[in-house]
Nanobody, 127 residues
């Protein structure tokens, strides 16, 4: 089973940037994409972006387009999330997850395809 380890979170001032990483080990053939989600205190887990291993296709939540960039390094099995112009409302635990399906890949990946979550990395933005 795939294991995910996120890193790169921290405390930053508003307007700053962070580059989060998610390293995957034990990928399976039906794992076709990676996604980033976030969960702010007292809120549900929110989709941020997805990266497709084959072809490098990306997809973003409409409300977050522009400041977030997802990318991947296939040989390293690592996905990144660059966040620019950070705002206090970006404060959350950021999780990565694998999209997998026995029935072939879909784009954008449906929420139901995401599993094998990492432990998360805390991002705190001070005003």
């Amino acid at each position: 089973q795939v294991q995910l380890v996120e890193s790169g979170g921290g405390l930053v001032q508003a307007g700053g940037s962070l580059n989060l990483s998610c390293a995957a080990s034990g990928r399976a053939s039906r794992d076709y994409a990676m996604g980033w989600f976030r969960q702010a205190p007292g809120k549900g887990r929110e989709f941020v972006a997805a990266f497709r291993w084959s072809g490098g296709r990306t997809y973003y939540a409409d409300s977050l387009k522009g400041r977030f960039t997802i990318s991947g390094d296939n040989p390293k099995n690592t996905v990144y999330l660059q966040i620019n112009s950070l705002k206090p409302e970006d404060t959350a635990v950021y999780y990565c997850a694998v999209a997998a399906s026995r029935f072939g890949s879909k784009w954008p990946p449906p929420r139901a395809d995401f599993g094998s979550w990492g432990q998360g990395t805390q991002v705190t933005v001070s005003s």
